[in-house]
Nanobody, 112 residues
Framework: EVQLVESGGGLVQPGGSLILSCAASGFAFSSTAMKWVRQPPGKGLELVSSISASGGGRFYSDSVKGRFTISRNNAQNTVYLQMNSLKTEDTAIYFC?????RGQGTQVTVSS
């Protein structure tokens, strides 16, 4: 059974930082590209960042480029999203996903 379990969300002030983690199991993690997507309140899903299976290739949406960093640890089947300089518009549910599966998400709220 494929499982993607996100953690690390919470309430943070603008300009603050959070690190999201996603623990994966039930598939060949080290051979699978991973993504972080988010859903802001009342809006659809948007791709935030992705990382290739080896970790050598990374993509960031324009809205987070320079502020967020995606990484992975294939030995621990975990993918991370370091989020710095958070803005109110980063408020969303953040999901870890593969092409076929998505976790339950973790809420990130950026507010003063």
């Amino acid at each position: 059974e494929v499982q993607l379990v996100e953690s690390g969300g919470g309430l943070v002030q603008p300009g603050g930082s959070l690190i999201l983690s996603c623990a994966a199991s039930g598939f060949a993690f080290s051979s699978t590209a991973m993504k972080w997507v988010r859903q802001p309140p009342g809006k659809g899903l948007e791709l935030v960042s992705s990382i290739s299976a080896s970790g050598g290739g990374r993509f960031y949406s324009d809205s987070v480029k320079g502020r967020f960093t995606i990484s992975r640890n294939n030995a621990q089947n975990t993918v991370y999203l370091q989020m710095n300089s958070l803005k109110t518009e980063d408020t969303a549910i953040y999901f870890c996903s593969t092409e076929a599966y998505r976790g339950q998400g973790t809420q990130v709220t950026v507010s003063s």
